[in-house]
């Protein structure tokens, strides 16, 4: 499978801003897609994340101004973003896990989000 992520750029705090990610190949499997994201010198976390039946679950520091969706019929999802602050600066990676195989991580390559004044 292949992720093709897009969306990132520069936005000042309160903005918002959509990530997307399409995935392609193997999309008959059910999966769980989501974003992680990253700054220098941390680890990469988990920012939201999606089931194939629709269940969501969110880092607490987002919930409630981020919110992820799943467009099936496209193998796409989206992270919309409102609300910014400039401690969500860090580059954005979407992330595929199939039901059947969870261990194994597919990643599309990263976007970078900035919200600065």
């Known amino acids: 499978v292949q992720l093709q992520a897009s969306g990132g750029g520069s936005v000042q705090p309160g903005g918002s801003l959509r990530l997307s990610c399409a995935a392609s190949?193997?999309?008959?499997?059910?999966?769980?897609m989501g974003w992680y994201r990253q700054t220098p010198g941390k680890q990469r976390e988990l920012v939201a994340a999606c089931t194939a039946d629709g269940m969501k679950t969110y880092l607490a520091v987002v919930r409630g101004r981020f919110t992820i969706s799943r467009e099936n019929t496209k193998n796409t999802v989206y992270l919309q973003m409102d609300s910014l602050k400039p401690e969500d600066t860090a580059v954005y990676y979407c992330n595929l896990r199939y039901e059947a195989s969870p261990d194994t991580a597919y990643w599309g390559q990263g976007t970078e989000l900035t919200v600065s004044s």
């Open positions: 190949g193997d999309t008959f499997s059910r999966y769980v």
